[in-house]
């Protein structure tokens, strides 16, 4: 738990380590907001982060998509995500749930370029996996922009962790 003052006064070395995987793997967008500081209040802070990502163009955005791992199979995952999927209980699949969730990642990174990205706080695997199968079957602009706003909620959830 961190609060506005402590924010304020950190280093750019602390404020990467505390911010910098609120969007997975893009410490970039951590570095752009460090900039930005004093913040006035805790909100602004969290608004001038999110607006960093939303203004980000396309391929930007594309390249953040690219960064977040796939669900259920991926090995090496950042510490949020694998506390995010844990908590899911993506570690726990059964063979079949395993095979499933493999299948859809492929088929879904070959239709769309991009892994398939859910916010799994307060999900669990078969209601993750029921959205996997329903979205693979939207077209690329209405996916592009759902797993868009599914990274900002991963990166809201994240602060919500860590400014409580």
Known sequence: MIDLKKINTLDKSEFLSIFGNVFEKSKWITEKAF?????????????????????SDNETILTILNLHPELAVEKKLTKNSEMEQNQANLKECTPEEFDEFKKLNIEYKKKFNFP??????????????????????????EEFLEAKNQVKKIAMSRLKEIIK
């Open 35 to 55: 900039n930005l500081k004093p913040f006035n209040n805790l909100e602004s802070f969290v608004t001038i982060i999110i607006n960093i990502y939303e203004k």
């Open 116 to 141: 398939f990205i859910i916010a799994v706080k307060g999900k669990y695997k078969n209601e993750i996996l029921n959205k996997f199968k329903e979205r693979i079957n939207n077209s690329l602009e």
